[in-house]
């Protein structure tokens, strides 16, 4: 069993930046984020394998988030700039012995409670 713990989230103004970071309680092939806005599913932004260390993408963020780990804490971070108040929603991150598409929900076996992102206009 992997623990997640998120923090980072808060209020932050259109253009501004945010730091998301999540520390694992485990290793596992890949860490991911995810977000869910009220009333959507829950949406991929990122993921990073732990060997190899390749990253993937959501288009709408590509070039404006960044997903990095540190392996010496075991954490993976979510460095969010230029957000847009579109980016507002509930961020999850993910961890899991990935087999298939990193940016499906189901391929992860745990998640953290979610840390709350506000973008204001």
């Known amino acids: 069993q992997v623990q997640l713990v998120e923090s980072g989230g808060g209020l932050v103004q259109a253009g501004g930046s945010l730091r998301l970071s999540c520390t694992a309680s485990?290793?596992?092939?890949?860490m991911g984020w995810f977000r869910q806005a009220p009333g959507k599913e829950r949406d991929f932004v990122a993921a990073?394998?732990?060997?190899?260390?390749?990253?993937y993408y959501a288009d709408n963020v590509k070039g404006r988030f960044t997903i990095s780990r540190d392996n010496s804490k075991n954490t993976v971070d979510l460095q969010m700039n230029n957000l847009k108040p579109e980016d507002t929603a509930l961020y999850y991150c993910?961890?899991?012995?990935?087999?298939?598409?990193?940016?499906?929900?189901?391929?992860?076996?745990?998640w953290g409670q979610g840390t709350k992102v506000t973008v204001s206009s």
């Open positions: 993910a961890a899991g012995n990935v087999v298939g598409n990193l940016r499906a929900p189901i391929a992860y076996g745990y």
């Open positions: 485990g290793r596992t092939s890949a």
């Open positions: 990073r394998t732990w060997t190899g260390g390749s990253t």
